[in-house]
């Protein structure tokens, strides 16, 4: 990803940080949000891993996309 992409997409995630609070929105991989919250275990470690949370969080729309299988 270019600079000038990257530097839009991390603001517009500052944005959306700031109007609704910390961890709303995460990328793929970002241990830094705050992991008391409730979660549903998905039943597949590997992917309750990958969310950063160890499953799906109580209350939060949820979006995995990417190629099919």
């Given amino acids: 990803m270019n600079e ?3 530097k839009a997409l991390n603001s517009t995630v500052a944005m959306i940080e700031k109007q609704y ?3 709303s929105i995460m ?3 970002d241990y830094k949000v ?3 919250l409730e ?3 998905t039943g597949c ?3 309750d891993i990958a969310l950063g949370v160890g499953g799906v ?3 939060r729309i949820l979006e ?3 190629p099919e299988s």
Avoid: A, F, H, M
């Fill in 45 to 47: 470690l590997s992917l």
């Fill in 34 to 36: 705050n992991t008391d």
């Fill in 4 to 6: 000038e992409k990257l």
């Fill in 57 to 59: 969080p109580r209350g």
């Fill in 39 to 41: 979660v549903i275990p």
């Fill in 21 to 23: 609070g910390k961890g």
């Fill in 64 to 66: 995995i996309y990417g």
């Fill in 27 to 29: 990328k793929l991989g």
